[in-house]
């Protein structure tokens, strides 16, 4: 029982937490020593030192901008295209030089229907492009 340190007389209604804090420091030494250290390996590929300096890369391609219009009309570097023929063009850009592809950027109006951009992505699929962007207004 704790003695109150005013002239009342009476047991303090106020309740001891040093004991509380003493345990919960105890448990916490105790986890902290029983935790295992977590290391997981991870495996980096560094670069490598080489004698011989790389070989400058090819110059990339202009990148192709297609455009959808308001209209769902597809300009093909600010030429009208139908969706139909798109695929060919993409295949032919691809076959060019497969190893250094031109960026496909897509710039869509708010206001153009969506089944002309899926037709558009499907056809880019189809003919194997993998650099595509869009572009932000």
Known sequence: MSFASDSTGGPMSEMN???????????????????????????????????????????????????????????????????????????AEVQRDPTNQPTLEIDTNDDAEYEVLAKVLAAAKNAEMVKIGFVQK
């Open 17 to 91: 937490v040093t004991p509380l804090v003493d345990v919960l420091l105890v448990l916490l030494v105790i986890f902290m020593v029983t935790m295992p250290i977590q290391s997981y390996p991870i495996d980096v590929d560094l670069p490598q030192n080489s004698l011989t300096p790389p070989v400058n890369p090819k110059e990339p391609p202009e990148p192709i901008k297609l455009r959808i219009d308001a209209a769902s009309q597809v300009y093909w570097n600010d030429s009208p295209t139908p969706v139909s023929a798109l695929q060919n063009m993409m295949s």
